[in-house]
């Protein structure tokens, strides 16, 4: 059946099987120290423009927003984030799991946090009386493209990079499906942006053409001390570390990333048109590759027989949230097939 | 200086010392298992009506706060609580180092949960279509009063019973300052509406006249497994548990308990009385030992010089939220000195 | 250079590439809900024996542990393992990080715990005056083959699996490197038996012909309760299920789970040969895929040049233990190679 | 009925109770701010010779060793103890709660760790293959008197202390019996010793004839950050931090503390002479207040009937291990009675 249902239906991109096929038996030692992985480190950093970033690579997203948060805060530091991102409310409570607070902020425009309320948050923090007994913020948290597929302008990024430095708490970039967001016809934030202006962000994978793997890149010589052992404490460390460089290693190899991202944002740009002249109405339609609809519950039960999409949540007594996701993998002609059943 | 800070500012009353000074040299087995806390414990037991309540003594609120809601909590649940509750914003993460999401509903009229706000809460996460990759929640932790003093109504607390006995999670009162609540003209909550309706809740000691101490009860044969090990293995156990027993010995002897808690309800009254009288506006007036009170920032610095209070958080540019305490041990001759200062 | 560094220096079996090449732009849905990792599971169930067995796929050894530990134990239980056990010393203090003591028994013959030691902690524990004070015994941790290759029988793991049970503890198996095991001359252990002997155990696949992935078994309807958000809370949630179902459905086609323990076992026969004719002295020398040889420190550093093995630890001020793999991919020719730097 | 249980069974000294009744209706400020605390800090500060220590009081002990050991190790560290000391076996694993391993050594004479072997734990570390993968040591736990009452020398103390600084891992000193081992014949060990040698120690109060409290001393300026709200985040804040003060006031004024030592040590001896006397064979003869007796076990059912002691555990299938304790509240008389009954 047709599915529009997320960004990791498929496998990985051919190029990525090739290279797995064709190195398959050389032998490589372990833990992220082989070939593979220094190739892919090198490639990440010319395509973000810091010669010497920090380069980890771990299998899944919750995984590395959990290994970094825990890492980086100090025990009585939690971390800022939008009250509808990721870390706050879809990773099963792994960042609580890690013994630390997720202090929100609302959300605004599809998921992104207000530079002025998050300054707001801290600066109400240090002169609340009681501050002793509070969760210091101790970083921010934000993921480009949102969990809604928002983008921040390269403007409100220099904005809350520059309240982070100020009150010297790291700024973090969750980028999931950071190849969607670089490809988006409204995207003004370039990797190198992205390196200058956070300190720690990690280059997804899953969602974009890799069977697995994210790419957590340090820009500002920042990494934990002892990150493998703690990476190993955490039960986050492959041990066949190639499985990940390679396909890093591919994916910045000839701009693919890119062409993946351009991919899914091509055909998002076609699903938005046929939503549009279907007259579908949007909970929130966004520059990247994931498009949010309400719809009437029995519409949704008739469209659920035919095609696979996400149901979100609850809108009213007769209407749901539903999501439509292109990738990096859609085909045109899939977008014709979904036109067909609308 | 004469001081409204908080109502922990003095001793103990008397007839505690009295009985740990006439007690002293008696030789008791230790960690709770003194005759001194099983006479505590039969006092409680007659007190709450609940003839097989179980009852442990712990040292403070937050201490408890979180044995409790560790110990109950499955490891991928979170607790329901206000905002404002404390265990959402002053223990310092006490809640999250425990591994365990506080799941936040607005507050309203001084710090209460609205019992269609638990619901509606409960109900989405079920119907959310990735709840699997959310927190459940597994309990709901209200404070009676709450920490700016409100009360709950016996309405209230039944259509909160009633919500969390149909999700079957457990309803946790945190009564740090039961003792004011019990005591104030606007309560119609008895201990034994307590002990019926909730799951699980703790009289305060350490507020109301004691020491140091909270008496945790389960009232309905729902103490989590090995407590005692597990009350140890949060570095809470007492070695001395008699220092607690007496203490709660002597407070629910002769109405001791509610007499302490008189006391701060009527000097709270005079108290409020002449913040009205001296035409002071108040950002929460509460029924009982807490008053919150907006103040002109020279003004307080002038008041500072004179009287100790709480700062609690900036109002606006030129304005504070301070709060005055009265307790179990404030004088009426302390109340009028007030009110020739202010 | 040529290795024998460990037993995941090559990347997968082809037939698993091939199925993965092949199953690439087949649209399914995501976190192990797929037809492969169904597949997997019937295969998997067909292998033990256990029709209704609940099998999951986690991508490494040590979060698999972690994972099963933590949401197998009570909060205040401890498992109990050799001292040379993976949990023991090699995770980083995984277990710890979830809140969980190790509690160890000595080694024996290849780090085998003995039956008797086991009964005997438990039944100390119990009879311990402090034993409230103490970590409880909650669940039994061995892995077959053990961390120097060694294999328990059949008669032993009666032995274990009936203490498990007179103490109502589950046993858990590690089997990282199963395949190992069942391949190897000495065993006299099946699938089945481990299913039936054991409440929890696990396949391994990275160590054994997989990219990465290891299957977990719960074959007594003893999955801890909302296993998939447990998982997920702890990062290790793969949103591909898919590239473990795809690795588990090929491993457990046509006995090639098997055939590639048979590899290992075969070209470890011609290993151990060659190191004996050699005169090499073994620090352990097992009937599995890894050996362990005393050599002269002078001798290692030269043998260093040549060919890629695993330093393990001091053995004396002139000695060091070395290992020796061989694995699902070892050629003979490689050992020949090997025979004549040595 | 008589006990020898342990050196808790009474309350406190009662110049500490005398100080609690005179001070009652001072109004001081909360959580060790207070002018009780200041003084206790003066009079510890003078005892132990470091006028710039920082001081922190807690309640109990098994909670200074979690916060101590939490706080003061990296998250990736263990901390090294005897397989006896009280943080290995009797805090019902309250350092793995916290996420930290506790690495053992063997126990020498009565319950001390060897300055050799800590070595070798440490340096065996760094020499392994595998030690990325492994629990780095972060810190070493003593307790003098350890858990059987023994002590060691100040040349045990520096060679420990030596080790601690050339690999920099903190040396910490649980003294929650401090006061027995400062009083007893055999001690050379002054405090100033011990501020000296460790980096951090606890003056035990509980044990040592108060209500129940622990004085924590940081003698290197190496108090870790925002320490009050790590406390709270524990939840071992205590509110009426004057419950603390006071009582360590008082124990450090005129020598009390040592003079409560002294009672306890002259009461020993009584015992030990009578134990001699009565034949019994010593599990453990300590120079400080607990003494270790193996005794028949129709022998101690017998005794079980006339005097409180503790059953330690099984000797063998005849005989039981059990302590006698003295205390700072001990009586010759009770020594007299015991006697008579043994």
Not at 1 to 11: I, K
Not at 122 to 132: A, K, R, S
Not at 137 to 144: A, K, T
Not at 307 to 327: A, G, L, N
């Amino acid at each position: 059946m047709l599915s529009f249902e997320n960004d990791y239906s498929e496998g990985a991109h051919s190029r990525i099987l090739k290279r797995l096929v064709s190195t398959d038996l050389q032998q490589v030692t372990g833990y992220g120290n082989d070939p593979f992985c220094e190739e892919a480190r090198i490639r990440i950093r010319q395509a973000i423009g810091v010669p010497d970033a920090d380069i980890y690579f771990l299998s899944g997203g919750t995984q590395t927003n959990q290994v970094v948060i825990d890492t980086m805060l100090k025990p009585y530091e939690g971390v800022i984030a939008a009250e509808t991102g990721h870390v706050s409310v879809h990773e099963a409570g792994a960042i609580e799991y890690s013994g630390h607070k997720v202090l929100t902020v609302p959300m605004h425009n599809g998921g992104k946090v207000n530079p002025m309320e998050v300054k707001n948050l801290i600066e109400d923090f240090y002169q609340d009386g009681n501050h002793e007994h509070m969760v210091f913020p101790g970083m921010l948290y934000i993921s480009q493209p949102t969990e809604y597929g928002a983008l921040y302008t390269r403007r409100e990024l220099e904005a809350l990079s520059l309240i982070c430095r100020k009150y010297k708490i790291p700024l973090y970039l969750d980028g999931a499906r950071l190849g969607y967001a670089l490809a988006s016809h409204e995207n003004n934030v370039t990797l190198s942006d992205i390196a200058r202006l956070t300190d720690v962000f990690y280059i997804g994978g899953t969602k974009v053409g890799a069977l697995c793997g994210e790419a957590l890149v340090f820009t500002k010589h920042n990494t934990p001390p002892h990150f493998v052992t703690q990476i190993k404490q955490h039960g986050a460390l492959i041990a066949k570390g190639r499985l990940l460089g390679i396909q890093f290693a591919e994916l910045f190899r000839d701009n693919l990333y890119y062409k993946l991202g351009q991919n899914a944002i091509e055909t998002a740009e076609m699903l938005k048109m046929v939503l549009h002249e279907k007259k579908y109405s949007f909970y929130f339609e966004s520059p990247t590759n994931q498009q949010f609809v309400i719809i009437d519950n029995r519409k949704m039960e008739a469209l659920r027989q035919k095609v696979v999409f996400s149901y979100m949540q609850k809108y009213d007594d007769t209407h749901s949230v539903i999501r439509f996701c292109t990738s990096w993998a859609t085909k045109p002609e899939q977008v014709f097939r979904l036109a067909e059943l609308l």
